[in-house]
Structures are given as structure tokens and as C-alpha cells.
């Protein structure tokens, strides 16, 4: 491989490509979080990649991956396909090569020492005893080495009786019935995939997520950059790799850590928040993001995984939450009545201490019952951590 380590080296126009290419961004997520995908191989099921099952055209993406060099595909087996139907239920046949018979059986050859006949095993059987029975002289055999020897195994064909020690190999399609010798047979590699090096990078910068990202929150009516700058209260330029503004200046930033240590990657990335105060900080990490969010004790950072499926839709949600709460803030100032905002994805814990300044929520569901003790229950399970992050939370931030 010829790639630069040290940078992605991948062209624009290719990266452009594959940012607008679901199903190969997809392929590579899918290799990324299983590490390798390798076939499943079965005789009537054939050979399947179920983790690419449903995604349409993913053979031809996949080659496609693999020009850009950014997916390995590395040999795990080869196999006979039947010429005529392609399937891999194939059986191999000996047959007599005089008759063309299948039907022939191995046997030993047996010399008696002691008279100096020899035939097969077959002929020295006695069919009524099962004892071996010299046909020549009649005298039973005793020990292999004392009074016979095998001098050698061969195939009696029990259509034309006649014997060979080297049968016919040919293959039997059990699908289509079709028998055909090894010249004629497909003998098809079979291959697992890996991500190179560089694919790894390519997803795990985020290059790939990003655009997807910006757009969500552009749609929301943020304004984004990317890479965005934040200046710290040290005076320190911050830079992220998105800051999307609301319109009053709430400041959602996110970060793509490459990090492999995922508390490494958090902690490294902490005293950013800190000094810029950002409202929310979203940190995406390769993997293990429940993991590590368990090392964040601060509620406005949230530590997402990068293969998680609905990321993009995890991060509208955290932008909606900073919106819903500009939002409240002006009704509450224009004593307008409240409306009741988009269902909130991650329910009370994203909304946090600042929700006790604005105790309208308990007004907002007062009349809607049910609504309120739907909300009440997913208070409940967050209750705990809440707590512990509100008060790191003030801590850090000054309340
Ligand atoms: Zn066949
Ligand atoms: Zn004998
Ligand atoms: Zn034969």
C-alpha cells in the first residue's frame, strides 16, 4: 500500500464521491464496527456477507472501495461452483475410469505368503464366517505380517468388476445434477474484508459523517462552520471540528476524536468546553462511547459512538434542546402561553439545572395527565446521574 500516513490522502473528488454515496458509507461503517466481515458459507445458502445483505449494489461499491484503497479484501478460501447453475453444493465422485460407474469401492490387495496368492480383500472374505479364507489353498489367514500381507488399497468397480487404483475425480452439483470434471469447474475465491488504514482514518476523522451533520443543523436554522473557532475566557482560539450558533448565540460544538484510548479522547478534549464554555459539546468517538461517557461528568458534554445509527438525528436533537430553550426563554419573557415544543430525544436530562429557572414545565403538562407522568418516568431513570453532573456542572461553569 502506498498511502501517506501521515495525511488522508484521498482526493476531493473522491471523497466528494463517497460523502454522497449512503451504501459505501455504510460498507465502510458496517467493516469499521465488526472489524473484519467475513463470509458465511453454506452448501445450499451459497457464500453471504449478511452484514451487506440489504444494502443494494454493495459488491460493485465494495470493489469500489477497494480501487480507492481504502477496503482490503484478503483470500479465506476458494470453492467449486457447478458451471452450469453456479451453485457451491457440490459433491466430488470417484468412478471407474473403464465404465464410468461411481459405483466402486475400495479395497485392499492381500498377498498370502504362505501359497503366494494374491487378490483382493474381497475374494479372501468368506461370505458365511466374514473370516479371511485363502481362495487359492483354503487355509484361513491368522496375522497381518505372519502369514499375509497388504500390498496395496485399490478401487473394484462393482459394475464391471474390474479394478484401478486410480478412479476418475469428477464433481456432482447436487442442485442442478450436473456432473463435470475439474477442467470445467469454476474454482472461485472467496474473500473477507478489512479496512485499510486508510479507510480507518478517512471514517474516523468524520470526513465522511460531516456534511450530513451541517446540513441537519443548517436545516435548523443554526449557523455552522467547519472547522469552527471559539475563543476561550483564556484568550485560547478553540477549534472545533463543527460550531453551529443558534440565533441568540448558544453555541453547540462537536468534536471527531481518533483517538483509540477513549478516556484519552475525552480528556484530552475537556478543557476545551471548560474554557470556552460551550453550551453543548458533542464528542464522537470511533467506539465505546457509552463507555466513556461515563468518564464525563460534565451534562453538556455528551460522548456519541461514530457507527451509531441514528447519530445524525442524536445531534438534531441536541441542537432542537438548545433551540426549545431559547425558545422558553423568550416566551417566558414575553409571558406568552407556552407551546408545547418537539418531543425531546434524550426527555429531561439534556435540559438540566436550567430547568429549574424556568419551572414552566410543570404548567406546559398540567393539563394533559398522562403526558406528565410519561414525563415524570423518564425523569426517574436519569434521576441519579443528573444530579452528580449538575453539580460538576455548576462547579466547572460557575452555575
Ligand atoms: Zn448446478
Ligand atoms: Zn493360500
Ligand atoms: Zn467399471
Known amino acids: 500500500m502506498s498511502f501517506q500516513p501521515t495525511t488522508l490522502g484521498i482526493p476531493e473528488e473522491v471523497k466528494k464521491e463517497l460523502i454522497s454515496d449512503p451504501i459505501a458509507r455504510k460498507i465502510l461503517i458496517t467493516i469499521f464496527k465488526m472489524g473484519s466481515v467475513r463470509p458465511k458459507i453454506g452448501l445450499e445458502t451459497g457464500i453471504r456477507y449478511p452484514p451487506f445483505e440489504d444494502l443494494p449494489n454493495w459488491r460493485s461499491t ?9 477496503v482490503d479484501k484478503s483470500i479465506v478460501d476458494r470453492l467449486i461452483h457447478c458451471p452450469r447453475c453456479g451453485s457451491i453444493h457440490v459433491s466430488s465422485r470417484l ?6 460407474s461411481f459405483n466402486i469401492e475400495p479395497t485392499y490387495i492381500i498377498q498370502h505368503t504362505l501359497c503366494g496368492y494374491i487378490d483382493t480383500e474381497s475374494k479372501f472374505r468368506d461370505p458365511n464366517t466374514g473370516q479371511l479364507v485363502c481362495p487359492k489353498c483354503k487355509r484361513p489367514l491368522r496375522k497381518e505380517g505372519l502369514d499375509y500381507v497388504v500390498i496395496g488399497k485399490v478401487f ?3 459394475n464391471c468388476k474390474r479394478k484401478s487404483n486410480k478412479p476418475l475425480i ?3 452439483c447436487r442442485n442442478c445434477g450436473h456432473q463435470f470434471d475439474y477442467l470445467n469447474t469454476s474454482y472461485e475465491p472467496v474473500y473477507e474484508f478489512t479496512l485499510t488504514p486508510l479507510g480507518q482514518r478517512l471514517l474516523t476523522s468524520g470526513e465522511l459523517h460531516k456534511q450530513d451533520i451541517i446540513e441537519a443543523l443548517k436545516e435548523l436554522g443554526l449557523m455552522v462552520e467547519s472547522p469552527g473557532k471559539e475563543r476561550g475566557r483564556s484568550g485560547i482560539e478553540h477549534v472545533f471540528d463543527i460550531i453551529a450558533r443558534t440565533p441568540q448565540g448558544r453555541v453547540l460544538a462537536i468534536d471527531f476524536a481518533e483517538e483509540k484510548d477513549p478516556s484519552l479522547a475525552i480528556t484530552s478534549r475537556v478543557p476545551k468546553a471548560l474554557d470556552t464554555g460551550v453550551d453543548r459539546y458533542v464528542i464522537i468517538l470511533p467506539a465505546n462511547a457509552f463507555e466513556a461517557s461515563m468518564l464525563v ?12 445509527p441514528y447519530l445524525v438525528e442524536r445531534i438534531k436533537n441536541i441542537a432542537k434542546e438548545l433551540l426549545k430553550k431559547e425558545a422558553k426563554e423568550v416566551e417566558v419573557t414575553a409571558e406568552a402561553p407556552p407551546e408545547l415544543g418537539e418531543e425531546a430525544f434524550f426527555g429531561e436530562e439534556m435540559l438540566g439545572g436550567e430547568e429549574e429557572e424556568i419551572p414552566e414545565e410543570g404548567l406546559l403538562f398540567e393539563e394533559g ?4 407522568e410519561e414525563e415524570e418516568k423518564g425523569g426517574e431513570e436519569k434521576g441519579k446521574e443528573e444530579k452528580k453532573e449538575e453539580l460538576l456542572a455548576d462547579e466547572f461553569f460557575g452555575g
Not at 455528551?302 to 457507527?307: F, G, K, R, S
Open 95 to 100: 468412478l471407474c475410469p473403464w465404465c464410468k
Open 156 to 158: 473394484e468397480c462393482l
Open 62 to 70: 465494495i470493489e469500489k472501495l477497494i480501487r480507492y484503497k481504502l
Open 297 to 308: 461528568q460534565m451534562k453538556n458534554i455528551i460522548v456519541l459512538d461514530l457507527t451509531e
Open 170 to 172: 469428477v464433481f456432482y
Open 369 to 372: 395527565g398522562e403526558r406528565k
